[in-house]
Nanobody
Framework: VQLQASGGGLVQAGGSLRLSCAAS????????LGWYRQAPGKEREFVAR???????KYADSVKGRFTISRDNAKNTVDLQMNSLNPEDTAVYYC????????????????WGQGTEVTVSS
């Protein structure tokens, strides 16, 4: 199973970007999906996540500005980011956990390669 993230770029403060992450491979099911980010000189931090019971969680710093969504048919997870500010500048990583078809039912947990978001003031 591999994840491919896209959608990063340079945007002015107050602008919007939409990140997308697609999973490919021998996927039986995807249970939990999320986005994390790592700013320069800082540790990776949680941004948003859809849990296996469909509960959605957001970091306090992005609540009301970011929206996470999934497309089960396409095995994708998106992150709509509005009202961006310079503090949102980071490399954004998607994460998915689920089970494979071969070996059947084998759990997996994968990270995307990261997509860079830069917000200018």
């Amino acid at each position: 199973v591999q994840l491919q993230a896209s959608g990063g770029g340079l945007v002015q403060a107050g602008g919007s970007l939409r990140l997308s992450c697609a999973a490919s491979g021998l996927i039986l099911s995807i249970n939990a999906l999320g986005w994390y980010r790592q700013a320069p000189g800082k540790e990776r931090e949680f941004v948003a996540r859809i849990e296996s019971d469909a509960t959605i969680k957001y970091a306090d710093s992005v609540k009301g500005r970011f929206t996470i969504s999934r497309d089960n048919a396409k095995n994708t997870v998106d992150l709509q980011m509005n009202s961006l500010n310079p503090e949102d500048t980071a490399v954004y990583y998607c994460n998915m956990g689920g089970r494979t078809t071969a070996p059947y039912g084998l759990p997996f947990n994968r990270w995307g390669q990261g997509t860079e978001v830069t917000v200018s003031s």
